[in-house]
């Protein structure tokens, strides 16, 4: 299949440790060439520095006072009585230009060139163990840089002074201060006291209160107390209403029936009138079964029965309270109850009576929790009034009497200081500490590395050499059919015999020979045989094949790689000729030391008739070889001529594999024409000799040829080579 055009593969390289060391190893001549300069740059700049001296002294800063809000009132300004002036505020006030001008202005005389500014960047003064609270102390360490080590000396004598002075001064000053601050302040937290009890007074009369938050808590306690017995007694009503509908149920009377059915069954009176009622209706009967109505007992027991009749209306009336006329039937049902009947009345009226009782519990109740609402739901504005209230009383209050303790410390203290500073140790002669040569070296170390560095990385980013067989795998579109290793063997080299112990496998005439040394070399053949291998799987099925070996550029190795294909090839039983095609300079019959008799120039010139190539004989097989011939001006008539395109038919009829060594792509045309009379064509890349642009021009002339891959020559890591697997100590066999 005909390679398609070629079009660059965009370069995504993945960066990683590999490369990094790579560059640097690379580019170290960037990289230690900027070095030297940097750190003799920097000897330089250290030669030309002028020696540096300095002195100290240190202070010690102590408070007089060991009460921290005391030592606030003595040493804080009369408008900033929350503020307390600590250590780093002595520090500040100690770092600050009035002492630095002072100092100076005294040495005006023995010093007219010194300047404030001069000495306010070579001066420090520094708390002894750090600014840290766990890690500070009390004294101060101040330092003057100067290239005099005497004026180190006389400028800090100078400060030494300025600061006793000022701190004499201050001492008087802080003490009457403080002390007019307190009392200012005592007077306005008496008034503040008077109006905050003032006021709190007012609103405990208005709301007739002493506390709020108690007594809202009481009403709380006692709402809660309602709403626990509210929600008893709807527990109860649940129980009674249930018992008292089983009861309506079971007596079918109502509240007011059983009422009047339970008075009127437990009358004696009503009682004996029904009595009297049933003796005379039964002895009216009697006689009238005998007697008619004319009769006078019969007439008597009648008139008795009516009046026994009338007086227990009358007794019914009584009870319920209305005339009553007639004994209708539900009348008469409620005048005689059973022992039972009686008992679930009575249970029925009871029921009745509690759930009247229960309901008029729950409207007291309920009336009550309203009542309590409404009181709690004032509670709130009056808490918070009172919460404003009560804390500035309590707050004043206590303002006041630590203002009073203040003073009466004050008071005690007047004759003592705030702060006093004293000298622990007194200026001396400044020591010499620079130049110090560490430092520039250093510096010039880490800047030329810097540099270095990134001059060799941008340096690398501008080389376009393909170095690595993945660099060439991602530029180029092709298989990649093998990887050869970078071949060490120079002249003189001794090739090795045979691993058996018998002779070199190589001839021993072409012994001496660097090409053949190469080809035999065992990591180089066994990288060739892992491309040959690769080579007949993909001509797999093709017949007789005629490849065109070339390059894009000389001395990349071709020659080289056609000559160690054949024998590989070979030693896979392939019939191999190697044909050296490059007719402007012979490199296999130079190499191999060969006749030029029967060349290939002469056959294509018709000057001798063809006769056998030469014979190279190894170890298992041989390879025909067909070298080029004298050089040539203009070999492109020859090789566009037919007898060259018959020629190489011929050799496909005779050998499975024909190998073309071609001159270089670039800059000629053989290789072209060679490459379209083969079938296929085998390109060689030189890994740290080919560049990008140089890989783009060889993929456009190639792409009207038939491209069977490329094979990466001169790699400086391959995979592991097993040539010594076969010899490995052998296992003993058991015996049985």
């Given at each position: 299949m005909t390679h398609a055009a070629y079009q660059p593969i965009p370069d995504e390289p993945e960066f990683g440790y590999g490369q990094l060391l790579g560059i640097l190893l690379r580019r170290w001549p960037w990289i230690a060439g900027t070095l030297v300069l940097s750190v003799a740059g920097a000897v330089l700049v250290f030669l030309r520095e002028d020696p540096t001296y300095r002195s100290s002294m240190q202070l010690i800063v102590e408070p007089n006072y060991e009460d921290d809000v005391t030592a606030r009132e003595l040493d804080g300004l009369a408008n900033a009585s929350d503020q307390s002036i600590d250590y780093n505020t002595q520090l500040t006030l100690m770092r600050s230009e009035q002492f630095l001008r002072e100092a100076v202005a005294s040495l005006e005389a023995e010093y007219p060139d010194l300047d404030v500014d001069q000495v306010v960047n070579t001066f420090s003064l520094q708390r002894v163990g750090g600014e840290e609270r766990d890690k500070a102390t009390r004294v101060f360490q101040a330092t003057y840089v100067d290239s005099d080590p005497i004026k180190t000396q006389r400028l800090l004598e100078a400060l030494k002074e300025a600061y006793?002075?000022?701190?004499?001064?201050?001492?008087?000053?802080?003490?009457?201060?403080?002390?007019?601050?307190?009392?200012?302040?005592?007077?306005?937290?008496?008034?503040?006291?008077?109006?905050?009890?003032?006021?709190?007074?007012?609103?405990?009369?208005?709301?007739?209160?002493?506390?709020?938050?108690?007594?809202?808590?009481?009403?709380?306690?006692?709402?809660?107390?309602?709403?626990?017995?509210?929600?008893?007694?709807?527990?109860?009503?649940?129980?009674?209403?249930?018992?008292?509908?089983?009861?309506?149920?079971?007596?079918?009377?109502?509240?007011?029936?059983?009422?009047?059915?339970?008075?009127?069954?437990?009358?004696?009176?009503?009682?004996?009138?029904?009595?009297?009622?049933?003796?005379?209706?039964?002895?009216?009967?009697?006689?009238?079964?005998?007697?008619?109505?004319?009769?006078?007992?019969?007439?008597?027991?009648?008139?008795?029965?009516?009046?026994?009749?009338?007086?227990?209306?009358?007794?019914?009336?009584?009870?319920?309270?209305?005339?009553?006329?007639?004994?209708?039937?539900?009348?008469?049902?409620?005048?005689?109850?059973?022992?039972?009947?009686?008992?679930?009345?009575?249970?029925?009226?009871?029921?009745?009576?509690?759930?009247?009782?229960?309901?008029?519990?729950?409207?007291?109740?309920?009336?009550?929790?309203?009542?309590?609402?409404?009181?709690?739901?004032?509670?709130?504005?009056?808490?918070?009034?009172?919460?404003?209230?009560?804390?500035?009383?309590e707050i004043e209050r206590a303002t006041l009497q630590d203002l009073l303790l203040q003073r009466e410390q004050i008071s005690a203290e007047l004759a003592r200081g705030g702060f006093d500073w004293q000298i622990v140790e007194p200026p001396d002669v400044g020591d010499q500490i620079g130049p110090d040569p560490l430092r520039p070296i250093a510096l010039g170390v880490v800047a030329g590395l810097f540099v270095g560095g990134g001059l060799a990385f941008a340096r690398d980013s501008m080389d376009k050499v393909v170095r690595t067989s993945d660099d060439l795998k991602r530029q180029v579109p092709l298989p990649l059919l093998g990887i050869l290793p970078v071949q060490p063997i120079r002249k003189g080299f001794s090739l090795p015999g045979r691993q058996d112990g018998g002779p070199p496998i190589l001839h021993p005439e072409l012994a001496d020979s660097d090409l053949m040394q190469i080809v035999q070399w065992p990591t180089f053949r066994e990288a060739l045989d892992l491309v040959a291998n690769n080579v007949q799987l993909m001509l797999k099925g093709k017949g007789n094949q005629a490849i065109a070996v070339t390059s894009s550029l000389p001395s990349e190795g071709k020659t080289t790689v056609a000559l160690g294909l054949a024998f590989s090839l070979a030693r896979m039983r392939q019939r191999v000729l190697v044909i050296d095609a490059d007719l402007?300079?012979?490199?296999?019959?130079?190499?191999?030391?060969?006749?030029?008799?029967?060349?290939?120039?002469?056959?294509?010139?018709?000057?001798?008739?063809?006769?056998?190539?030469?014979?190279?004989?190894?170890?298992?097989?041989?390879?025909?070889?067909?070298?080029?011939?004298?050089?040539?001006?203009?070999?492109?008539?020859?090789?566009?001529?037919?007898?060259?395109?018959?020629?190489?038919?011929?050799?496909?009829?005779?050998?499975?594999?024909?190998?073309?060594?071609?001159?270089?792509?670039?800059?000629?045309?053989?290789?072209?024409?060679?490459?379209?009379?083969?079938?296929?064509?085998?390109?060689?890349a030189r890994l740290d000799k080919i560049t990008q642009p140089q890989i783009d021009v060889t993929m456009a002339l190639l792409s009207q040829l038939q491209v069977l891959g490329i094979v990466a020559n001169g790699a400086r890591t391959v995979a592991a080579s097993y040539s010594d697997y076969g010899h490995l100590s052998k296992p003993v066999r058991q015996t049985a």
């Open positions: 006793l002075e000022f701190n004499e001064a201050q001492q008087a000053r802080r003490l009457e201060r403080g002390l007019e601050h307190t009392n200012n302040r005592l007077d306005n937290t008496q008034k503040n006291l008077q109006q905050a009890q003032a006021a709190l007074e007012k609103f405990r009369q208005s709301q007739n209160l002493i506390d709020p938050t108690l007594q809202s808590q009481a009403v709380v306690t006692s709402l809660n107390e309602v709403q626990s017995e509210q929600r008893q007694l709807m527990s109860q009503l649940t129980e009674l209403k249930s018992r008292y509908q089983t009861l309506e149920q079971r007596t079918q009377l109502s509240p007011a029936n059983a009422l009047l059915a339970a008075r009127l069954s437990q009358s004696q009176r009503v009682q004996q009138l029904l009595n009297d009622i049933q003796e005379s209706e039964l002895a009216l009967a009697d006689r009238q079964l005998i007697f008619t109505d004319q009769d006078a007992t019969v007439q008597m027991l009648r008139q008795e029965l009516d009046n026994n009749r009338k007086q227990l209306r009358q007794e019914i009336a009584a009870a319920i309270r209305r005339p009553v006329e007639t004994l209708n039937p539900d009348i008469a049902s409620l005048l005689q109850l059973g022992g039972v009947d009686l008992s679930l009345v009575t249970d029925l009226l009871e029921a009745d009576v509690a759930i009247a009782g229960i309901s008029a519990r729950w409207e007291s109740l309920a009336t009550q929790e309203q009542s309590l609402r409404q009181e709690l739901n004032r509670y709130p504005s009056w808490i918070a009034e009172y919460d404003r209230l009560q804390p500035r009383v402007r300079r012979s490199g296999i019959a130079t190499e191999l030391g060969l006749s030029t008799e029967g060349n290939l120039a002469n056959l294509l010139k018709g000057v001798t008739r063809p006769s056998r190539p030469h014979r190279l004989d190894f170890g298992p097989g041989h390879i025909d070889v067909l070298p080029a011939g004298d050089p040539l001006n203009d070999p492109i008539t020859l090789l566009s001529s037919p007898r060259f395109q018959k020629l190489i038919h011929r050799c496909k009829s005779i050998y499975d594999v024909v190998l073309v060594d071609t001159p270089p792509l670039t800059g000629m045309a053989d290789a072209l024409k060679i490459g379209a009379v083969c079938d296929n064509v085998l390109l060689v």
